[in-house]
């Protein structure tokens, strides 16, 4: 037995709403209160570790400072940059606490991430801006920036432009005399992470091969998260084709909007050490859609036929779509567009005549389609925005458009449906 939810506008109107509240009103409750303590350590001043929990927040959280607590059923404790050495988890980052210049040129010190620590230490920080700033450190001297800007110039004509100043090149050009395999990959280098770390492990193991050195994992291979998506959608539905019940249904069956829930499971698949901006939407949804329709050939009081329609159908889709996300920040808006094929769980569909002849009256009943297209193909795309909670869970609401070659096998009565859908999820 298969059951088909079908709702008013008026209640669709108000589910809507409903999601749009729920999802602001989680989001806010994890943006203020949400921590995820994990195993690690604190380093004192006097460079003694001690082992306890770990509190994480986001990315930027962790340059400021950081809750730490003994156990699970101590009370946490903030400590600042100038009240320890450093920190590390037992399975992710490890942080140094380091004088830096920030607004204004003040010195005060902060949480730099360590990617790489040997003979020459890359550090890391993601300022409140989401700016991405890195630092070399060589063993007997001073912390220095690794610098990249874009500066606006005037050529003689008047005309302007903007120049791409990798000022970053001549700095490791500098520090990396001492190893000329290291300065053949210089300037093939980006300022970004992966880049970054094998420059400087490649470094380290060419001038001191014998000496251990720290490199952080900057995720060379793909990164999934599993969630939950729920929603709900509205779908419209058109026939079309030359046979004569087709033209019918196309001019004067006059199908309603079905308004429907829908739900499914998702997979975000990306591969960092190539981009963080592009990767694969794969999912699993289940939908659903209910479309009545009537219309009258009426030739007088006492002739006239009345034609009653219903289709219903529900469907176990399987999509794919290429996704671009902005990558930083703690909202990141993105887009998407791939294809989906829809298999047949259940369809059901009816068509009530009522005939009358002057003083003869009929009424018979016959399926509408007597041929069911059993798997359903489309095109889809959409837009929407993550909320990055932690490295752990992130929420998305989005929008999506579908198109797709409906339910019917006939060739002479074409079906295509246009689906509009909102979406909240939870990602793990």
Request: glycine share 8%.
């Given at each position: 037995?298969?059951?088909?939810?079908?709702?008013?506008?008026?209640?669709?109107?108000?589910?809507?709403?409903?999601?749009?509240?729920?999802?602001?009103?989680?989001?806010s409750s994890f943006v203020q209160a949400q921590v995820v303590y994990k195993p690690g350590h604190i380093?004192?001043?006097?460079?003694?570790?001690?082992?306890?929990?770990?509190?994480?927040?986001?990315?930027?959280?962790?340059?400021?400072?950081?809750?730490?607590?003994?156990?699970?059923?101590?009370?946490?404790?903030?400590?600042?940059?100038?009240?320890?050495?450093?920190?590390?988890?037992?399975?992710?980052?490890?942080?140094?606490?380091?004088?830096?210049?920030?607004?204004?040129?003040?010195?005060?010190?902060?949480?730099?991430?360590?990617?790489?620590?040997?003979?020459?230490?890359?550090?890391?920080?993601?300022?409140?801006?989401?700016?991405?700033?890195?630092?070399?450190?060589?063993?007997?001297?001073?912390?220095?920036?690794?610098?990249?800007?874009?500066?606006?110039?005037?050529?003689?004509?008047?005309?302007?432009?903007?120049?791409?100043?990798?000022?970053?090149?001549?700095?490791?050009?500098?520090?990396?005399?001492?190893?000329?395999?290291?300065?053949?990959?210089?300037?093939?280098?980006?300022?970004?992470?992966?880049?970054?770390?094998?420059?400087?492990?490649?470094?380290?193991?060419?001038?001191?091969?014998?000496?251990?050195?720290?490199?952080?994992?900057?995720?060379?291979?793909?990164?999934?998260?599993?969630?939950?998506?729920?929603?709900?959608?509205?779908?419209?539905?058109?026939?079309?084709?030359?046979?004569?019940?087709?033209?019918?249904?196309?001019?004067?069956?006059?199908?309603?909007?079905?308004?429907?829930?829908?739900?499914?499971?998702?997979?975000?698949?990306?591969?960092?050490?190539?981009?963080?901006?592009?990767?694969?939407?794969?999912?699993?949804?289940?939908?659903?859609?209910?479309?009545?329709?009537?219309?009258?050939?009426?030739?007088?009081?006492?002739?006239?036929?009345?034609?009653?329609?219903?289709?219903?159908?529900?469907?176990?889709?399987?999509?794919?779509?290429?996704?671009?996300?902005?990558?930083?920040?703690?909202?990141r808006p993105f887009v998407q567009a791939g294809i989906q094929n829809g298999f047949v769980l259940s369809?059901?569909?009816?068509?009530?005549?009522?005939?009358?002849?002057?003083?003869?009256?009929?009424?018979?009943?016959?399926?509408?389609?007597?041929?069911?297209?059993?798997?359903?193909?489309?095109?889809?795309?959409?837009?929407?925005?993550?909320?990055?909670?932690?490295?752990?869970?992130?929420?998305?609401?989005?929008?999506?458009?579908?198109?797709?070659?409906?339910?019917?096998?006939?060739?002479?009565?074409?079906?295509?449906?246009?689906?509009?859908?909102?979406?909240?999820?939870?990602?793990?």
């Open positions: 037995m298969y059951i088909f939810l079908n709702y008013d506008g008026n209640f669709m109107s108000k589910l809507y709403s409903f999601f749009f509240t729920l999802f602001i009103f989680v989001s380093i004192t001043p006097e460079n003694t570790q001690i082992a306890g929990l770990l509190g994480y927040r986001n990315d930027v959280s962790y340059a400021q400072g950081i809750m730490f607590k003994g156990d699970e059923m101590a009370t946490a404790r903030q400590y600042l940059p100038h009240e320890l050495n450093g920190y590390a988890f037992e399975k992710g980052g490890r942080y140094e606490a380091v004088p830096i210049a920030g607004a204004n040129n003040t010195i005060k010190p902060v949480f730099l991430e360590v990617l790489v620590k040997g003979t020459a230490s890359l550090y890391y920080l993601k300022t409140g801006d989401l700016k991405e700033r890195f630092f070399i450190k060589k063993q007997g001297e001073e912390l220095e920036e690794l610098l990249h800007e874009v500066r606006r110039l005037q050529m003689e004509s008047g005309e302007k432009y903007n120049a791409d100043v990798r000022l970053y090149v001549g700095t490791l050009t500098r520090y990396f005399l001492d190893c000329q395999d290291a300065q053949l990959q210089i300037e093939q280098t980006r300022l970004k992470q992966p880049g970054l770390v094998k420059l400087f492990s490649r470094y380290n193991a060419c001038v001191a091969p014998a000496e251990a050195q720290y490199v952080k994992d900057v995720g060379k291979g793909l990164r999934v998260r599993a969630g939950l998506l729920a929603g709900a959608s509205l779908t419209t539905s058109q026939f079309s084709g030359k046979h004569a019940s087709s033209l019918d249904l196309q001019n004067n069956s006059g199908f309603e909007t079905s308004h429907d829930l829908t739900a499914g499971l998702a997979l975000n698949i990306v591969a960092p050490g190539l981009t963080e901006k592009i990767g694969l939407h794969v999912g699993v949804m289940y939908t659903q859609y209910a479309f009545e329709g009537n219309y009258e050939i009426h030739e007088s009081d006492e002739i006239h036929r009345q034609f009653n329609y219903q289709l219903k159908a529900s469907h176990l889709k399987v999509l794919v779509m290429l996704r671009y996300t902005y990558p930083k920040g703690i909202i369809k059901e569909s009816n068509e009530q005549e009522r005939s009358k002849y002057y003083n003869i009256t009929r009424e018979k009943e016959y399926p509408l389609l007597d041929a069911y297209r059993g798997h359903e193909q489309g095109f889809l795309g959409g837009i929407g925005v993550l909320l990055h909670l932690t490295e752990q869970i992130n929420l998305t609401a989005e929008g999506r458009y579908e198109i797709n070659n409906g339910i019917s096998a006939y060739r002479e009565l074409e079906h295509s449906n246009r689906s509009a859908s909102f979406l909240v999820g939870i990602m793990f």
